[in-house]
T-cell receptor
Framework: AQKVTQAQTEISVVEKEDVTLDCVYE???????LFWYKQPPSGELVFLIR??????QNEISGRYSWNFQKSTSSFNFTITASQVVDSAVYFC??????????FGKGTRLSVIA | KAGVTQTPRYLIKTRGQQVTLSCSPI?????VSWYQQTPGQGLQFLFE???????NKGNFPGRFSGRQFSNSRSEMNVSTLELGDSALYLC????????????FGQGTRLTVV
């Protein structure tokens, strides 16, 4: 069975600090995909990134960066120089083939001005 | 390009009643999935529809059902509502099946009293 663990339930940081959200996954599939979504107070899940299991290159998009390490089954997400607008719940998810997304429990990030 | 539209946004129902929720996917998207989000269980997969056929079903009782129309719009129905059905119901649309980018609506907040 597939499983995603986000051990950090809540994180609070002061604006401009860097913050890393952890994600550990379990799967027996050799081909799979990892995702990060952001859920602001409005409720919808906003897609951030999709990464396949064969691409371990780290990715950077503006202040966001992702570190994928198959050796530790982790797909961590770092926000550099956090801003108040980054406050949200962040979800890591896993899928393979035609299986539905399996989500972690989410990490609530609060960025304080 | 319009996003995923879910209606209604909020709903209050009494135990024992039934409810129908609607989801209009992004134009051109043929896959629609439904998720239930609660504080205790997190995001749980309900079902997936593609080309008017249910392709995947989560571990929910038969009171939960859905369908997809020829224009890809989808509805989900919950009969004999229970207090535990109170949740945010999220719809996601994708261009195709599989572990691809899914775009979510703002959800329907259902409260059962």
């Amino acid at each position: 069975a597939q499983k995603v663990t986000q051990a950090q339930t809540e994180i609070s940081v002061v604006e401009k600090e860097d913050v890393t959200l952890d994600c550990v996954y379990e799967t027996r599939d050799t081909t799979y995909y990892l995702f990060w979504y952001k859920q602001p107070p409005s409720g919808e899940l906003v897609f951030l990134i999709r990464r396949n299991s064969f691409d371990e290159q780290n990715e950077i998009s503006g202040r966001y960066s992702w570190n994928f390490q198959k050796s530790t089954s982790s797909f961590n997400f770092t926000i550099t120089a956090s801003q108040v607008v980054d406050s949200a719940v962040y979800f890591c998810a896993l899928a393979s083939g035609n299986t539905p997304l399996v989500f972690g429990k989410g990490t609530r990030l609060s960025v304080i001005a | 390009k319009a996003g995923v539209t879910q209606t209604p946004r909020y709903l209050i129902k009494t135990r024992g009643q039934q409810v129908t929720l609607s989801c209009s996917p992004i134009s051109g998207h043929r896959s629609v999935s439904w998720y239930q989000q609660t504080p205790g269980q997190g995001l749980q997969f309900l079902f997936e529809y593609f080309s008017e056929t249910q392709r995947n079903k989560g571990n929910f009782p038969g009171r939960f059902s859905g369908r997809q129309f020829s224009n890809s719009r989808s509805e989900m129905n919950v009969s004999t509502l229970e207090l535990g059905d109170s949740a945010l119901y999220l719809c996601a649309s994708s261009l195709r099946r599989g572990a691809t980018e899914a775009f979510f609506g703002q959800g329907t907040r259902l409260t059962v009293v």
